[in-house]
């Protein structure tokens, strides 16, 4: 009986101290790909006003890039999906969020080489993806 109490005492404890511990750190981001896509963000601007359609009046909601910052995981920004496993960003749904520039080879879209799906579309965007997707290993679709 006691060795009976010992070994249930044993396993609360044990119990207890698992539960305690706080979980490893859910950062997936790689640190290159963060920087990939905070060098996109800097090459465009958002401007909800341009345009006499007026993408203010869009009735999608709007993704908020200007909220992209060094201090949070990319891959809980919004429009952003990681792989839960490798942290790679994997997709990208930027539609109907106001983005206004050209895309060229040096953007930093085009350094994500995981990134299966980008959907940039009702913004107002120049330049060729298609000639850039080549360095998109992995890409599916736009």
């Known amino acids: 009986m006691g060795s009976l109490c010992l070994v249930l005492v044993v396993l609360q404890l044990s119990w207890t101290l698992s539960s305690s511990v706080p979980p490893p750190s859910s950062n997936l981001c790689l640190p290159h790909e963060r920087d990939a896509l905070l060098h996109f963000k800097t090459t465009i601007s958002v401007d909800c006003d341009l345009n006499s359609g007026g993408y203010n009046k869009d009735p ?6 200007e909220s992209w910052n060094k201090s949070i995981d990319c ?23 106001c983005l206004v520039g050209s895309l060229f080879a040096n953007n930093g879209i085009f350094q994500l080489h995981n990134l299966q799906l980008l959907d940039l579309s009702s913004n107002n965007l120049r330049g060729s993806l298609l000639e850039n997707t080549s360095n998109l290993f992995h890409f599916h679709g736009l």
């Open 60 to 65: 999608y909601p709007r993704i908020d890039i």
């Open 75 to 97: 891959c809980s920004w919004e429009g952003v999906k990681c792989d839960d496993v490798s942290g790679h960003v994997i997709s990208m749904d930027l539609s109907h969020s």
